[in-house]
């Protein structure tokens, strides 16, 4: 039934569609790559070419010899890693009081971390500038992991909330039963089962952090400016170079592109599984 | 009954309540406050109490209200037609082919992708010396001459909201995706059964079992895309002449000019008119995980 050929020709019809989506979709980062690896001559050159005639990665050790990449890329990973782990062990507690117990002000508790999500970033910016000011942290990497957990704890609380929700709590109780206390049952039961999901939850949160950059460009200062504020600087400071810009593009890309096919699978899972029930 | 009332649960919710008290809710009710002072760090002398001089000054400056216009535009057409590209896509993915898990993976990282990065790839595809989409479109023919497209007032807003567009496009088609493949097959066994053609599938069972998925998700996007800075500002900076200036890229040019007054108002002004959203997306949010339970 599905080899007639009006069937063949609406299969053609939508990977065709498929096809120019995924060009769409993905052209930016091809062109940005072949920019990157074109020698100067031919980014500005008379004819736009789609391949370089000559590739060089020039542009990739010029980022690190003369812009001196490498403290931007430390920074980021500073910062991300230890975002990452403030955000997952603070939400992680609170995750499993929420999933575990029914208390006083719980639905309120809640909805006061999903309203966290919906500030204006921008409503946020100044006020923190001056309260990061005041606690000397302003310009030091702890300005930006105070500031990104105004939204990866209650987007890491509401993840951590699903995949706790899924799991029954007769597993904890059957080793609660056996004598351990709450805190031994949840490290050697829970937290296995979990791991996957944490393990997702913090490479989203790896991820946003590593990507910020509204907060970054306020917060730091030229010692530890992170590679979003790296790149943006790189057009002031040297007018604007498209090598070596790119080449930052793709080295900020790559990382985030590991972790996301990592973390893909349970990440989704979690991200659509408070709007597709109910 | 004299329950004795078990400490735990709060004591595990302290430490991220805490977190979130100093750097979310102190820094509301600051901006709350700055908006109603004059605060202009270039005028420290005249730092003071005004009342409501701030609002008053803001709801009659044109710019603001120009930028109000240009976020409605930014976030209508934008999130309109990244949730239409975002269905196709996910229908497209839905259907079983060579490669799809990989095609799936691949087609979201857009979505992923800094803002930044997203405001310096695309400035590159648009330059008005060099630019590939200047070199495409006089292959095709399209255009005579070299388009300056983030230069000219008339292309810029377009090209923006293009950007963004392709940003959010992967978004919509995660979503969807997870939602299409819910719906029970047998719904549309029983269509065949009746006749139905692929159209009334569509708007008989796709459409209306994706309901949810689709409200929650817009929902979601139009508060992300109203509140996003970093692309139109690694773009344009909100110019040529603001003609991409929305309100929170004007907020964030404020603030770098150091009228935090002003600024603040400004913000506080858009965290009401996206409260609206955001009361609806959390009832809808909060009904779903009842059920869920």
Same mark, same amino acid.
């Given at each position: 039934?599905?080899?007639?050929?009006?069937?063949?020709?609406?299969?053609?019809?939508?990977?065709?569609?498929?096809?120019?989506?995924?060009?769409?979709? +993905?052209?930016?980062?091809?062109?940005?790559?072949?920019?990157?690896?074109?020698?100067?001559?031919?980014?500005?050159?008379? @004819?736009?070419?789609?391949?370089?005639?000559?590739?060089?990665?020039?542009?990739?050790?010029?980022?690190?010899?003369?812009?001196?990449?490498?403290?931007?890329?430390?920074?980021?990973?500073?910062?991300?890693?230890?975002?990452?782990?403030?955000?997952?062990?603070?939400?992680? +507690?609170?995750?499993?009081?929420?999933?575990?117990?029914?208390?006083?002000?719980?639905?309120?508790?809640?909805?006061?971390?999903?309203?966290?999500?919906?500030?204006?970033?921008?409503?946020?910016?100044?006020?923190?500038?001056?309260?990061?000011?005041?606690?000397?942290?302003?310009?030091?990497?702890?300005?930006?992991? +105070?500031?990104?957990?105004?939204?990866?704890?209650?987007?890491?609380?509401?993840?951590?909330?699903?995949?706790?929700?899924?799991?029954?709590?007769?597993?904890?109780?059957?080793?609660?039963?056996?004598?351990?206390?709450?805190?031994?049952?949840?490290?050697?039961?829970?937290?296995?089962?979990?791991?996957?999901?944490?393990?997702?939850?913090?490479?989203?949160?790896?991820?946003?952090?590593?990507?910020?950059?509204?907060?970054?460009?306020?917060?730091?200062?030229?010692?530890?400016? @992170?590679?979003?504020?790296?790149?943006?600087?790189?057009?002031?400071?040297?007018?604007?170079?498209?090598?070596?810009?790119?080449?930052?593009?793709?080295?900020?890309?790559?990382?985030?592109?590991?972790?996301?096919?990592?973390?893909?699978?349970?990440?989704?899972?979690?991200?659509?599984?408070?709007?597709?029930?109910? | 009954?004299?329950?004795?009332?078990?400490?735990?649960?709060?004591?595990?919710?302290?430490?991220?309540?805490?977190?979130?008290?100093?750097?979310?809710?102190?820094?509301?009710?600051?901006?709350? *406050?700055?908006?109603?002072?004059?605060?202009?760090?270039?005028?420290?002398?005249?730092?003071?109490?005004?009342?409501?001089?701030?609002?008053?000054?803001? /709801?009659?400056?044109?710019?603001?209200?120009?930028?109000?216009?240009?976020?409605?535009?930014?976030?209508?057409?934008?999130?309109? $037609?990244?949730?239409?590209? =975002?269905?196709? /896509?996910?229908?497209?993915?839905?259907?079983?082919?060579?490669?799809?898990?990989?095609?799936?993976?691949? *087609?979201?990282?857009?979505?992923?992708?800094?803002?930044?990065?997203?405001?310096?790839?695309?400035?590159?595809?648009?330059?008005? *010396?060099?630019?590939?989409?200047?070199?495409?479109?006089?292959?095709? =023919?399209?255009?005579?001459?070299?388009?300056?497209?983030?230069?000219?007032?008339?292309?810029? $807003?377009?090209?923006?909201?293009?950007?963004?567009?392709?940003?959010?496009?992967?978004?919509?088609?995660?979503?969807?995706?997870?939602?299409?493949?819910?719906?029970?097959?047998?719904?549309?066994?029983?269509?065949?059964?009746?006749?139905?053609?692929?159209?009334?599938? /569509?708007?008989?069972?796709?459409?209306?079992?994706?309901?949810?998925?689709?409200?929650?998700?817009?929902?979601?996007?139009?508060?992300?895309? *109203?509140?996003?800075?970093?692309?139109?500002?690694?773009?344009?900076?909100? =110019?040529?002449?603001?003609?991409?200036?929305?309100?929170?890229?004007?907020?964030?040019?404020?603030?770098?000019?150091?009228?935090?007054?002003?600024?603040?108002?400004?913000?506080? /002004?858009?965290?009401?008119?996206?409260?609206?959203?955001?009361?609806?997306?959390?009832?809808?949010?909060?009904?779903?995980?009842?059920?869920?339970?």
């Amino acid at each position: 039934m599905k080899r007639s050929p009006a069937g063949a020709a609406k299969n053609l019809v939508s990977y065709l569609l498929l096809a120019g989506m995924l060009v769409f979709l +993905l052209f930016p980062f091809y062109w940005t790559f072949v920019t990157s690896i074109k020698p100067e001559s031919e980014l500005y050159g008379k @004819t736009v070419t789609y391949w370089p005639r000559k590739a060089t990665f020039e542009s990739y050790t010029r980022l690190f010899s003369d812009y001196n990449f490498i403290r931007p890329m430390t920074n980021s990973l500073i910062v991300a890693a230890s975002t990452t782990l403030v955000s997952l062990t603070v939400s992680l +507690l609170a995750a499993y009081s929420f999933s575990r117990f029914q208390f006083k002000g719980r639905k309120f508790l809640m909805t006061l971390f999903l309203t966290n999500n919906m500030f204006p970033t921008v409503l946020l910016l100044i006020p923190l500038y001056a309260i990061m000011r005041k606690l000397g942290i302003l310009y030091t990497p702890f300005a930006l992991i +105070l500031a990104y957990t105004t939204f990866t704890i209650p987007f890491s609380i509401w993840l951590l909330n699903g995949y706790l929700a899924d799991l029954p709590p007769s597993l904890e109780e059957a080793a609660m039963v056996d004598g351990a206390n709450r805190a031994q049952a949840f490290v050697r039961i829970v937290l296995p089962v979990l791991m996957p999901c944490i393990v997702a939850t913090g490479a989203y949160v790896f991820m946003t952090s590593w990507n910020e950059y509204t907060f970054a460009v306020m917060f730091t200062n030229e010692a530890n400016r @992170t590679i979003p504020v790296s790149l943006k600087n790189l057009i002031g400071q040297l007018g604007v170079e498209w090598g070596m810009l790119t080449a930052g593009g793709i080295i900020t890309i790559v990382p985030v592109c590991f972790m996301f096919f990592f973390a893909q699978k349970r990440l989704i899972e979690g991200l659509t599984a408070g709007a597709v029930k109910g | 009954m004299g329950r004795k009332r078990n400490p735990w649960p709060y004591l595990l919710v302290a430490p991220a309540l805490l977190t979130v008290l100093t750097v979310v809710f102190i820094p509301v009710v600051n901006a709350v *406050s700055m908006s109603f002072q004059s605060y202009d760090l270039r005028r420290p002398s005249r730092i003071g109490f005004i009342g409501l001089g701030n609002y008053a000054e803001v /709801l009659s400056d044109p710019l603001f209200w120009q930028s109000v216009w240009k976020t409605v535009v930014w976030v209508g057409v934008g999130v309109g $037609f990244q949730f239409l590209f =975002g269905f196709i /896509l996910a229908l497209l993915l839905n259907r079983r082919f060579f490669g799809r898990g990989i095609v799936r993976s691949i *087609s979201l990282i857009p979505w992923v992708t800094p803002g930044v990065l997203i405001g310096l790839m695309w400035r590159w595809i648009y330059d008005g *010396s060099y630019g590939v989409l200047n070199d495409i479109l006089l292959r095709l =023919g399209i255009i005579r001459d070299y388009v300056p497209f983030l230069a000219r007032g008339d292309t810029a $807003f377009p090209a923006v909201i293009l950007t963004i567009i392709w940003q959010g496009i992967p978004f919509f088609a995660l979503m969807i995706l997870a939602g299409l493949q819910g719906i029970p097959e047998e719904l549309y066994d029983a269509a065949d059964v009746d006749g139905a053609n692929g159209v009334q599938k /569509l708007f008989r069972i796709t459409i209306p079992s994706l309901r949810n998925v689709i409200f929650v998700t817009t929902l979601l996007r139009i508060i992300w895309v *109203s509140n996003s800075v970093d692309v139109i500002f690694n773009l344009t900076e909100g =110019g040529p002449a603001y003609a991409t200036q929305t309100l929170s890229v004007y907020v964030f040019n404020k603030g770098n000019s150091l009228n935090l007054g002003y600024a603040a108002t400004m913000s506080i /002004l858009l965290a009401l008119m996206l409260s609206s959203v955001a009361v609806v997306y959390l009832r809808r949010i909060f009904r779903n995980q009842e059920a869920a339970r």
